[in-house]
């Protein structure tokens, strides 16, 4: 691409930018660098500190990318389902998604080896406040006050990430490849089942202590 189309079209090079550090940044953590990523982009490196400010800076817009993408996928789940359904719809958007692109569960890996640190400077909060109020009504229409939104959520995101995140060992512990569609099908079925029994659950436990439950998000 000529340089001076490049900087006629800013936005199609701030995402190509993006999109190359996703995948080094997948591939490699922070620890990738900025002349490496401008080689692949085919981009100045002038341009990504022009974008990002700093490779810090390009590390958090990928990390934001990654929650954005997320909320996508979490986006307009049927309002008039029943929690059971919602819950195992919501497991089987993840896992389809996650199946499909394979850098979001590194980014997040390399992020937790980094305590976070990166995260907490970026608004990511607020991409889970709708799913989290979808819950939260969901929960009062099945009268099963026991349940918590977060950490019902945290049940839903823990059952799908795992089979991702340990994909390589999970397939060498049972010798068998879990990404197969097979597999992957029967995996997505069990998941679904389990959230089905937790939401259906007896109403009769303690009444949930989340964020959500004390009326912290409107």
């Given amino acids: 691409m000529d340089e001076a189309v490049k900087q006629r079209d800013p936005e199609r090079s701030k995402h190509r930018i993006l999109l190359t550090a996703e995948q080094l940044f997948a591939e490699k953590g922070p620890a990738a660098g900025v002349d490496l990523i401008a080689r692949?982009?085919?981009l100045n490196k002038r341009m990504i500190y022009h974008y990002f400010g700093s490779k810090a800076g390009l590390w958090q817009a990928v990390l934001l990318r990654q929650y954005e993408k997320a909320a996508r996928v979490e986006a307009d789940l049927p309002p008039d389902k029943s929690l059971s359904d919602v819950t195992a719809e919501l497991v089987e958007r993840y896992y389809r998604f996650l199946a499909g692109d394979r850098v979001f569960v590194k980014i997040l890996m390399h992020e937790n080896l980094q305590r976070g640190r990166s995260v907490r400077k970026i608004p990511v909060a607020h991409t889970k406040?709708?799913?989290?109020?979808?819950?939260e009504k969901s929960i009062r229409a099945a009268r099963l006050p026991h349940l918590d939104p977060d950490n019902l959520l945290i049940d839903c995101l823990a059952l799908c990430f795992f089979y991702f995140s340990n994909a390589e060992t999970l397939a060498t512990l049972f010798e068998t490849d879990l990404q197969t569609?097979?597999?992957?099908?029967?995996?997505?079925?069990?998941?679904?089942?389990?959230?089905?029994?937790?939401?259906?659950?007896?109403?009769?436990?303690?009444?949930g202590t989340g964020a959500a439950a004390r009326g912290e998000r409107s």
């Fill in 129 to 135: 406040f709708p799913l989290l109020a979808a819950l």
């Fill in 181 to 207: 569609p097979k597999n992957l099908g029967r995996r997505i079925d069990h998941v679904k089942q389990i959230v089905r029994m937790i939401t259906a659950a007896d109403s009769a436990g303690p009444a």
């Fill in 40 to 42: 692949k982009s085919g």
